[in-house]
C-alpha cells in the first residue's frame, strides 16, 4: 500500500450505490469485492473507495477491520466520506435528489421504550468534519450543500406516526442506516468523516413506487465528479 499525502476513502453501504457513483471504476470488476480497498482512477486517481454492507453492525465492523488493517500497512487515509442515499422526512421540506451533508448524527432507535409506550433515546451525537477535511476535489461544493441533522436507523421508517415520532425526538432532517456508524468508527481511529447523501425518498408511508432512487444516485455521481448540484 502506499503512504499517501490527501488519501480519501469513499464508504459505500452497497455495490449499486458504489457502481451508479464511480461507474468506470466499477466496469472493471466482475463483481464488486465487499469490505475490501478499491483503488480509484480518473480526479481521485490515489484515492480508495470500500463497500461495507447495510446496517450500523455490518458498516461499523467492516469500516473497524479496514481502517485498522491500513493503520498496520502505514496507509494514510486522510478523511472517511460516507456517500449515499436518505430518506428525508415529511416535514422537513428538502426535495428529492438533493445532495446535503450531514453534519451530526445519532442512533435513533437506541434507547427503550417506556411503560407508556413512549420513547428514551440513549442516543449520543456525533459530529462530522467540518467542510474543510473534504477532499479536495470537492471541497469547494461540500461548502455550499445544505447542512443538515441525520438520524441512523436499524429499521426503516414505514409509516406516518414513526416519522413524526423520529422527526420531533431529534429534531432530525433526514434518516439512514449507517451515518451515525461512519462518524463513530472514525471518532475512534482519530479520522475526520464527512457524510455526502442524496435525498432519494420520503422516509414517512413506505411508498417505493415514490422513490427516485436512480435519480438522487445520478445526483450523487455529478457531485463526486465535480459538478455543483
Known amino acids: 500500500m502506499r503512504n499517501l499525502k490527501?488519501?480519501?476513502?469513499?464508504?459505500?453501504?452497497?455495490?449499486?450505490?458504489?457502481?451508479?457513483?464511480?461507474?468506470?471504476?466499477?466496469?472493471?470488476?466482475?463483481?464488486?469485492?465487499?469490505?475490501?480497498?478499491?483503488?480509484?482512477?480518473?480526479?481521485?486517481?490515489?484515492?480508495?473507495?470500500?463497500?461495507?454492507?447495510?446496517?450500523?453492525?455490518e458498516f461499523s465492523a467492516n469500516l473497524s477491520q479496514l481502517l485498522f488493517s491500513c493503520k498496520l500497512a502505514g496507509e494514510s487515509i486522510s478523511s472517511v466520506v460516507n456517500v449515499g442515499i436518505c430518506g428525508v422526512y415529511p416535514n422537513r421540506k428538502i426535495p428529492l435528489t438533493s445532495v446535503v451533508c450531514v453534519e451530526s448524527d445519532r442512533v435513533g432507535d437506541e434507547g427503550v421504550e417506556e411503560s407508556d409506550g413512549s420513547?428514551?433515546?440513549?442516543?449520543?451525537?456525533?459530529?462530522?468534519?467540518?467542510?474543510?477535511?473534504?477532499?479536495?476535489?470537492?471541497?469547494?461544493?461540500?461548502?455550499?450543500?445544505?447542512?443538515?441533522?441525520?438520524?441512523?436507523?436499524?429499521?426503516?421508517?414505514?409509516?406516518?406516526?414513526?416519522?413524526?415520532?423520529?422527526?420531533?425526538?431529534?429534531?432530525?432532517?433526514?434518516?439512514s442506516m449507517e451515518g451515525a456508524a461512519c462518524f463513530a468508527v472514525c471518532e475512534r481511529f482519530g479520522i475526520p468523516a464527512l457524510q455526502i447523501r442524496a435525498i432519494s425518498n420520503v422516509a414517512s408511508i413506505r411508498d417505493k413506487s415514490q422513490w427516485q432512487v436512480n435519480e438522487a444516485l445520478s445526483k450523487l455521481k455529478d457531485f463526486v465528479e465535480g459538478v455543483c448540484v
Open 6 to 57: 490527501d488519501a480519501p476513502l469513499f464508504a459505500f453501504a452497497t455495490a449499486m450505490e458504489f457502481s451508479k457513483v464511480f461507474p468506470e471504476d466499477a466496469a472493471s470488476f466482475a463483481t464488486i469485492p465487499l469490505n475490501s480497498l478499491i483503488s480509484l482512477g480518473g480526479r481521485y486517481a490515489g484515492a480508495k473507495a470500500c463497500v461495507l454492507g447495510v446496517g450500523i453492525l
Open 119 to 175: 420513547f428514551t433515546s440513549w442516543a449520543k451525537t456525533y459530529k462530522g468534519a467540518v467542510p474543510e477535511f473534504a477532499p479536495e476535489q470537492i471541497r469547494e461544493f461540500v461548502c455550499k450543500l445544505e447542512m443538515v441533522a441525520g438520524v441512523t436507523v436499524n429499521c426503516c421508517t414505514g409509516t406516518a406516526s414513526t416519522a413524526r415520532l423520529r422527526e420531533q425526538i431529534f429534531d432530525a432532517d433526514v434518516e
